[in-house]
């Protein structure tokens, strides 16, 4: 069975970091394209982060987190990062960690590409 579990959650004030990890289980984690992706109540999912199993890898970043983020990947550890750094407002939200086997590079940024969600963990960032 195909696990995904979030960790790293939390409150922070603006101006802060915070790294949330994807754990992943009962799956070839290299062949997954993994990613998180981020909702606030009453607003359409929207693409944080995400990188492709292909090699080389592709990492994508959603527009309002460029420059901000970073994702990684740990292959031999099951595992995907996200630093998130310059924290602001507007990035509270539920964070999900999802993966896929079968996303292509052109299509990293969309929710409907990800077959596999993890529980969600939340970020505050206060003001």
């Known amino acids: 069975e195909v696990q995904l579990q979030a960790f790293g959650g939390g409150s922070v004030q603006a101006g802060g970091s915070l790294r949330l990890s994807c754990s992943g289980s009962?799956?070839?984690?290299?062949?997954?394209?993994i990613g998180w992706f981020r909702q606030v109540p009453g607003k359409d999912r929207e693409g944080v982060a995400c990188?492709?199993?292909?090699?080389?890898?592709?990492?994508w970043y959603g527009d309002s987190v460029k420059e901000r983020f970073a994702a990684s990947r740990d292959n031999a550890e099951n595992t995907m990062y996200l630093q998130m750094s310059s924290l602001k407002p507007e990035d509270t939200a539920v964070y999900y960690c999802?993966?896929?086997?079968?996303?292509?590079?052109?299509?990293?940024?969309?929710?409907?590409?990800?077959?596999?969600w993890g529980q969600g963990t939340l970020v505050t960032v206060s003001s």
């Open positions: 999802v993966g896929s086997r079968t996303v292509i590079q052109s299509s990293l940024r969309s929710s409907r590409a990800y077959e596999y």
């Open positions: 990188i492709s199993s292909e090699n080389p890898t592709i990492v």
């Open positions: 009962g799956f070839d984690f290299d062949d997954y394209a």
